[in-house]
């Protein structure tokens, strides 16, 4: 496997840091992964060490205000402007690599938001999307003053901050909330606007989600505390090509789980993607 980490500037200016997991060999498919709230691409080690000694080619790329990207930290003018970016990282993906190698898109929570407004656009774009930790709503293990603040002064206080209390809900796996919350590119704060959008984009996606006609696979933790109301979103799926996968007993982030567990869906993931090549 060879590592890369580098960068390209968006259309405003911003610095965009990427990384790229290269399998041995012709790669048979590449993911590029749109990560969550408050984290960044670097938090899929497990996800690489499945996917790339089979043959999987793997970009992700840090949103703008996190990780190791510029941009004011935890904040977006609008949800839109994560999709614009991934979409400027898409063009370069496919610049670099062979077109004729199947792209898929895989988004995890704030990022399967913003995978579903982009796939809704540009289906053209991927051969298919998988979605982890998604749904339709905000579950108890999101403080309700911490929804209710965001929601009321993002337009008066936009860069305000709230602290980022979602550690007790990624995983069940001790060791992954240790290290959640002692990685120094996880956001201990995000502001109040990026909150409000994130709501405002649960919304959306419960109508975008019906545009979108290439094959989907949801991976879902059965007791993610973080969002709730996935069966809200299968609901609407038009796609003739669709999988939803409930995990019983696990969290939001269900490619950390227990190590028993996540080898069950990283499993499923890699045999859909097989699958769908």
Known sequence: MKHEEKSFTTRDGINIVYQVWRPEGTPKGIVQIVHGLAEHAGRYVNVVNKLVPEGYLIYGDDHRGHGKSDGARGFVKSIEEFVEDQREFTKLIKEKEDSTTPLFLLGHSMGSLIS?????????????????????????????????LARTMSKILPKMTVKNELSDGVSRDPAVKEAYNNDPYVLDKVTTRLGAEIFRGLKIVQSEIGKINIPLLIQKGEKDPLIIKTEVLAEKITSEDSTVKIYDGLFHEVYNELEADREIVLTDLKEWLD???
Do not use: C, R
């Open 275 to 277: 699958n769908h090549l």
């Open 116 to 148: 579903i407004l982009y796939i809704a656009q540009f289906p053209e774009d991927f051969k298919g999307l998988i979605l982890s930790g998604t749904g339709s709503a905000v579950g108890e293990g999101v403080n309700w003053f911490t929804i209710m």
